[in-house]
């Protein structure tokens, strides 16, 4: 009787071509933080107007999360290393716009691209690393350095933007890009393989179509629902969003070709997955954003030490990722997400007990606590929807993961912003009545608002007001931590429970067809 073959090992090519698979999603994510210390140099530059400057931060992650979906499908019919080709040369081409933009228009214009590339490079970048790593321990092993690239980008954009900002323009921030992706087209087809669906069938427009009104719409209501308070017109925006989102499903039911195979809902550990991820970037994004600003206005270190003190958290997720997927080896991924769970669960715990005049430790330690929480389920997830998808359609899969990130995040930052805002406005109220109606106004808006307007008070008023609005604002915080450890535990609970019987996916056939192989299940690129 024959041994049952075990799963191709990866090669070194394999593990240097991961490098170049991590390093564009790197890029991706720090372009999402990167204008925070630029703003001010661009606006001076090209002068744009306050409804301007929000778009010229938020339309490339509109655009990013608008199109995860539409980009992974894209891959599986045209190749995933072309896709990724083509977003490289789009990045870098958007980014050179980006950086000589001369009005703010322009800018907009090259953000908004820059977006539709960093949506090509996600689902490309995973999906190629559940077609190079056949062996479900180097996989994991995999996915985890990708989840500390993702993660870890987003903590780095703002240090790089401030030290680049200390000798160069503005658009500098964005030139980094380019000899970036210049390497990841040379080294890309000398070290990543191609895959494409053997028979992918017709390219369903009209799904993508609403997919994009889908998303679009929800991640932009709540977004300045979340900035300005509740509105009716915004309202109607994220409400408009969930409309076609029923009309996409829908399509989904009855299209030959779906973007997204519904089937695979159905797989406990894939749709499992999708909840941990909304769950868990709920609570983690939505109060990460008060961590980084108590640092900076209570605190009160500068923005670029601020974000240096953020780079625990990202450190965190690097180590945490790696011990879930040694630990996967021997223990179901629904318990091991868990426990990780339970672990942001009590760095929130310690955020509750933060105070306007505590420690810089405790902000940093409830952060650090929390990010590697989150750093232990993550990578877990995406392993378990990739797996569930069959070769063919691991673009599509791939794109899942991030698309229910940045709703979450979206949704916390909305959620969590509200209840912390209330909280701050009530509180600090007292504090501004003696204030010109419009400082007063400014001043119980925001955190942000009263050290601007304190900024123009002689000390005996503006000490007085810093300190209630410093309080004000903890309290808010420690209220949402609140709320944020709550909602984190149930996912914990929820996670173990229907994951159960969930086992760690096994080596199974991760290959599609070679690109310019004849489409049989038996072809296997070299």
Known sequence: MSEPSSP??????????????????????????????ALPFLS???????????????????????????????????????????????????????????????????????????????????????NMFHDPTE???????????????????PIVSGLLLEKFWWGSVFLIN??????????????????????PGRFDLLGAALSLGTVLPVIYGIKELADDGFAWKYAAITAAGGVIGVLFFLRQRSAANPLIDLSLFRDRGFSASIGVNLVALFAMVGFLLFSTQWIQLV??????????????????????????????????????IGVGMVIATAGFAVMTQLRADSSLAVAVIGATIISGGVG???????????????????????????????LGGALGVALLGSIGS???????????????????????????????????LPDRASEPLLQVAGEAFTRGMNISAVVAGAVMLVGAAGAAWLM????????????????????????SPE
């Open 178 to 199: 380019i000899p970036v992706m210049a390497v990841i087209l040379v080294l890309g087809p000398l070290l990543l393989p191609e895959y494409r669906a053997p028979r």
């Open 299 to 336: 605190y009160g270190l500068t923005p670029l030490k601020a974000g240096l003190w953020t780079l625990p958290a990202p450190l965190a997720v690097a180590v945490t990722t790696s011990v879930a997927a040694v630990l996967a080896k021997s223990i179901r991924p629904g318990y091991i």
């Open 376 to 406: 232990m389920a993550i990578p877990l997830t995406a392993d378990l929807i990739v797996s569930a998808a069959p070769p063919e359609r691991v673009g599509a899969a791939s794109a899942l993961p991030e698309t229910s990130n940045q």
């Open 44 to 130: 001076a530059s090209l002068e744009p107007s306050a409804t301007q400057q929000l778009w010229i931060v938020d339309i490339y992650a509109f655009m990013l999360a608008g199109l995860l979906i539409t980009m992974g499908t894209l891959g599986d019919h045209i190749g995933r290393r072309l896709l990724l080709m083509l977003g490289a040369v789009v990045f870098g081409a958007s980014s050179l716009a980006a950086a000589y933009a001369g009005s703010a228009e322009l800018l907009i214009a090259a953000r908004a691209v820059l977006g539709i590339a960093g949506a090509v490079l996600a689902p490309s970048t995973l999906a190629l690393i559940r």
């Open 500 to 523: 159960r019987h969930v086992a760690t996916p096994d080596a199974a056939p991760a290959t599609a067809a070679p690109a310019k192989a004849e489409p049989t299940p038996a072809s």
């Open 422 to 456: 209330a909280i701050y406005t009530r509180d600090v109220s007292d504090a501004t009545s003696g204030l010109p109606h419009e400082a007063a106004e400014a001043a119980e808006g925001s955190l942000g608002g009263a050290a601007e307007v304190a900024k123009h």
């Open 139 to 157: 996989r994991r092993t995999a996915i985890a350095i990708w989840t500390a690239g993702l993660s870890g980008g987003a903590a780095l954009g």
């Open 8 to 37: 191709q090992r990866a090669s070194r090519k394999d593990w240097i071509g991961l490098a170049v698979l991590v390093i564009p999603v790197l890029l991706m994510s720090m372009d999402m933080t990167v204008l925070y210390f």
